[in-house]
């Protein structure tokens, strides 16, 4: 009886690799919910290094949201930029935070970074309306804004300074 060589080397790799104790055990994830703000749902859009999580949630059953940080099993509500609401979308491993929000009530939206206790308007481009997407850590904001005439969104590069 003839054996193909390939078959038997196949099958002789896997006695040695199972003999071997190569064979690893599945590793076990867990998923963890980090609650809402109040409202029914939230989101979240950011983790860096130290499992510090961001994102939005909404403060009430109305729609209205707040930007928030999670660390360490606690939900904190991080505030707005003195409007209704606000959505973070980025955290560096320094723990500083980028995202956007109302301005006033019923206002447009600008960019911020938000370093912990205090939000910083990042501003636009000229147009109405911007928003921060991420943030290095050197602290640089890349997002998008409308230019003058709030007909067309440009990319930016906002350098903290």
């Not at 660390?71 to 956007?100: E, F, M, P």
């Not at 447009?108 to 928003?131: C, M, Q």
Request: without cysteine; hydrophobic residues 40%; negative net charge.
């Amino acid at each position: 009886m003839r054996v193909n060589s390939q078959l038997l080397i196949i099958v002789v790799s896997l006695f040695v690799i199972i003999g071997s104790g190569s064979v690893k055990a599945a590793t076990i994830y867990t998923i963890t919910d980090v609650g809402t703000l109040g409202g029914p749902g939230s989101w979240a859009f950011g983790i860096n290094n130290s499992g510090q999580v961001i994102g939005d949630a909404e403060i009430n059953n109305n729609g209205i949201n707040h930007a928030f940080l999670y660390d360490n099993n606690v939900l904190k509500d991080i505030g707005t930029l003195g409007g209704w609401w606000s959505s973070a979308s980025g955290i560096n491993n320094s723990g500083q935070i980028v995202g956007y929000g109302s301005i006033v009530e019923y206002s447009p939206e600008h960019a911020f970074v938000y370093d912990g206790t205090a939000f910083k308007d990042i501003g636009t481009l000229g147009g109405n309306d911007s928003r921060a997407t991420h943030i290095n850590d050197n602290g640089q904001v890349v997002g998008l804004s409308y230019i003058a005439g709030n007909m067309h969104l440009h990319a930016f590069m906002y350098d903290g300074t």
